[in-house]
């Protein structure tokens, strides 16, 4: 493969990074990350994009919780914007709460970013959250589109997931909620699947008798899992401690995945256990790990599960990520480097620096450089 020189981040000039690249697939990838480096002048054409409500220019703010930067949040608000989780940071100001409840009920269903609305809501409660979550979600109940087939994902679905998710923390006893939740388990599109079992997995985590409503959840979600390896493995934190078969099914589901994304979302689901206390789906984890032939997955799962993975399989992909051209797959070996020995760390961090060209970069590998030697 010919030599390609490592490449800087694209910077499009609001706030935040961009990468680039085509997996081995063929498949065209899109990463986004926020600038770390910003002068005066950034940090002010950021804030008055978030307060003309420009779509995404939030984002790039979510490291700078400041009042300036919740001030321009909230003139975004009036501007039309969507908020989004962003505000949670702030729900101590008085002016959160009524603000992102306000231009949730203006939002019409289906609309641009509303599932983001939802969850912000849902995590601020407050007056008049519940009522208008409630009404959000029988809108989107109600509408025959919502229960229609996608190839990727029924959007009405996920924001009805979302609705109910955020209901269910409020009032974690409403029944009709979780009745919601129940039937987008037999949605037809996959995805709308595994997000209302993934959610139900999450809300059930700690096992235990719980309400009516739980125990209703938890049928269903044995039910959905019973014979579908998808949803079961996407079920992983849950089902662990209730289904006595869960490591063998596990291992057999993990070792059954042929593709990067397979093994990438199967270990990313399993990787949220205590692994330590199963030393066979650590073993099986590792194995797949070895299998993975591209760099940018392998690095992804380094980073999900880099605690039970040796220290020579680490240096290694992060040796290969820090030469890499991709500028995020570098942002990611500066991650990796967390893992190893500080020596080793300072090692490869000193080394990477002599050719790197981006500034965010360069700055990460300098503190990883001086950190890990003076720690070491």
């Given at each position: ?8 981040w694209k910077?499009?000039g609001d706030?935040?990074l961009?990468?680039e690249?085509?997996?081995?697939d ?6 986004y990350?926020?600038d770390?480096v910003a002068?005066?002048?950034?940090r ?9 409500g420009?779509?995404g220019?939030?984002?790039a703010?979510?490291?700078e ?6 001030d ?11 908020p989004?989780?962003?505000?949670v940071?702030?729900a101590?100001?008085?002016r ?20 983001n609305a939802?969850?912000?809501?849902g ?9 208008v ?21 029924n ?10 998710a955020?209901?269910?923390t ?13 039937r ?6 996959s ?8 959610d139900?997995?999450?809300r059930?985590r ?11 959840l ?16 996407s ?7 209730r289904e006595?078969?869960?490591?063998q099914?596990a291992?057999n589901i993990l070792?059954a995945q ?8 199967a ?10 206390v ?13 299998q993975t ?12 599960v ?5 220290e ?5 992909v ?10 995020s797959l570098?942002?990611d ?15 490869l961090?000193?080394?990477a620096?002599c ?8 700055a990460?590998?300098?503190?990883h450089?001086f950190?890990n030697?003076?720690?070491?």
């Open positions: 493969m010919p030599f390609e020189p490592k490449r800087c910077r499009p706030g935040m961009v990468d690249w085509v997996d081995p063929g498949t065209a990838t899109v990463r990350d926020k770390p002068n005066e002048a950034d002010a054409r950021r804030l008055e994009r978030v307060a003309k420009k779509a220019a939030v984002a703010l979510d490291h919780p400041t009042g300036e930067s919740l321009a949040m909230l003139a975004g608000l009036d501007a039309g914007q969507t989004g989780i962003a505000f940071r702030y101590d100001d008085p959160v709460q009524p603000a992102v409840l306000k231009a949730t009920d203006r939002l019409d269903p289906g609309s641009l970013g509303s599932q939802l969850q912000a809501l995590l601020l409660g407050g007056a008049g959250a519940l009522p979550l409630n009404r959000k979600a029988h809108q989107l109940a109600a509408l025959p589109e919502t229960w229609a087939d996608d190839d990727f994902q959007q009405a679905a996920a924001e009805l997931c979302t609705a109910c955020a209901i269910l409020l009032d974690p006893q409403n029944e009709s909620a979780a009745q919601l939740v129940v987008i388990m037999h949605h037809p599109c995805s709308n699947r595994e997000r209302a079992v993934v139900t997995a999450e059930l700690p096992p235990g008798p719980g309400t009516a409503t739980a125990r209703m938890e049928r269903a979600l044995l039910k959905a899992c019973a014979t579908d390896d998808a949803l079961f493995i079920a992983a934190v849950a089902l662990h401690k006595p078969s869960f490591e099914r291992i070792k042929t593709d990067n994304w397979g093994r990438a979302n270990i990313g689901a399993l990787s949220r256990l205590e692994l330590s199963s030393p066979r789906i650590a073993a099986a984890i590792r194995h797949s790990v070895e032939d591209d760099l940018h997955h392998s690095a992804l799962l380094c980073l999900m880099g605690a039970v993975l040796s020579s399989k680490l240096r290694d992060a040796e290969r990520a820090l030469a890499d051209a991709s500028p570098r942002d070996g500066c991650e990796l480097l967390s893992f190893l020995d500080p020596k080793v760390a300072a090692s961090a000193e080394a620096l050719d790197e060209p981006d500034s965010a970069i360069a990460r590998l300098r503190i450089n950190t030697a003076h720690d070491a």
